[in-house]
C-alpha cells in the first residue's frame, strides 16, 4: 500500500434520483468491484515491548452487511445496530451520530481498500483522509461504470490518482474529474 499525503481525500460521487435507486445502485456497485458493504471498527492492542519501545498493533474488525439491511434516506446511508452480530464489532465503532446507527464501507477483503459510503449531496464514496493506492481501482470501476464524476475534498491534490489512472488504463475516468 502506498500512502499519499498530498492527495486528500478522493470522493466518487453517483448521480441517482431516488432513494429507491440508491439502493439498486449499491447493489450494482457491490457487482461491479466485487466488494463488500461492511460496518468496520478497528482495535488497538499495546504491543509487549518494554515500556520505551512500546506500539500499538491496529486491527480492523468488518462485518458484512447486506444492502436490504442499509437504512437510506435523504441524507444519510446507516448500518443499524440490529444489523450487526459480533461483539468485538460493536465494541470497536462510533456511532454515526445517531444512536444505534453505524457508518457503512465498501470493503474490498483481498486488499483491505475501503471506501466510505454516504449521502452527502447524493450517494458517494468517499477513500477518507488521505488516499490510498489500494482505493483506486475500486474508485476507478465506480467511475467507469455508473453515472458519476470525482472530486478531491480538502485541499489536496489529486495527481497519484490521475497518474495511476493514466498507468491502468482510465483515463477515460480522468474526464470526469470536477
Known sequence: MIYHPLCSELVAKVKVRSLKEVRETLKKVVEITGCS?????HTYKLSRRPLSFREFQLTSVVEPVGVDSLVIEEDLIAIPESALHSKALLNALYPKGTA??????????????????DMEDGLSFQAEHHATTRDFPILA??????????????????????????????????????
Open 141 to 178: 470501476k465506480i467511475l467507469r461504470s455508473l453515472n458519476s464524476y470525482w472530486l478531491t475534498e480538502g485541499g489536496g491534490s489529486p495527481m497519484f490518482f490521475e497518474k495511476w489512472c493514466e498507468r491502468h488504463n482510465y483515463k477515460d475516468v480522468l474526464k470526469k474529474g470536477v
Open 100 to 117: 444505534g446507527l453505524f457508518s457503512a464501507y465498501l470493503y474490498d477483503k483481498r486488499t483491505g481498500a475501503h471506501l466510505k459510503i
Open 37 to 41: 458493504i461492511v460496518a468496520l471498527g
